[in-house]
């Protein structure tokens, strides 16, 4: 796995990139902002070391989110549910703390990789379409009232995993196993709750996705008329 590091920090750094290579990855370290877009499609993942608790950070963050949808893994040294939510609100796709735990990175660094870049849609369900809300499955985007919204790929993947569920209720344990591999300890559910809360800020519709307190997340959104594949299910099951 090829990795973009970013982090002025030089002890920091001296610390886990031999780390990282002597498990097999490759990195590349940037100790500026200066010039990293132009590094992106080169690498796999890309971890901000500095974090997004500055306005550089957070900027940077941004720019890299609205130019490719590489996995941004933030890095920083406080632990606050403040630190999680600036960091997702920013783009990104994980949060992890410094100083590192090498095996938690690693973990976290591979988790962002292997989530897929898009799913699977069938030739028949490109789009799917909530009122203003257009997820497009072959393009990778969102777009609400038409303006496009960059998504970190796990927020997407959220998004589409319940709104593929058609208001039945997609279960915490479902999104975890495919989005966190099977991970199921407090610091995944607090990271799913984390982004979830930060997508519907991001959609501006904190309607349309419901918390079904201990169970999971459904689409709270009215069917399009005409469309069958929109129409919430009956308790019964019945059409």
Known sequence: MRVLLVDHD????????PALTGRGFTVTWSPSR???LDLLARHDVVLLGSGVRDVAGADLCRRIRNA???PIVVASACGAVSDWIAAFQHGADDHVLKPYDVDDLISRLQAVR???ARPAASAFDPVIVIGDVRIDLVLNEVRVGGDLIPLPRLQFQVLVMVARARGVICPR???LARLWHG?????EHRALDVHVSVLRKRLGRPELLETVRGVGFRLNAPAREGSPAHRTPSPGGAP
């Open 10 to 17: 030089r002890t920091s750094t001296e610390q886990v990139v």
């Open 68 to 70: 490719s949808i590489v």
């Open 34 to 36: 200066y010039g990293v």
């Open 114 to 116: 292997l989530r897929p």
């Open 183 to 187: 991970r199921r300890g407090p610091a």
């Open 173 to 175: 344990d479902r999104l």
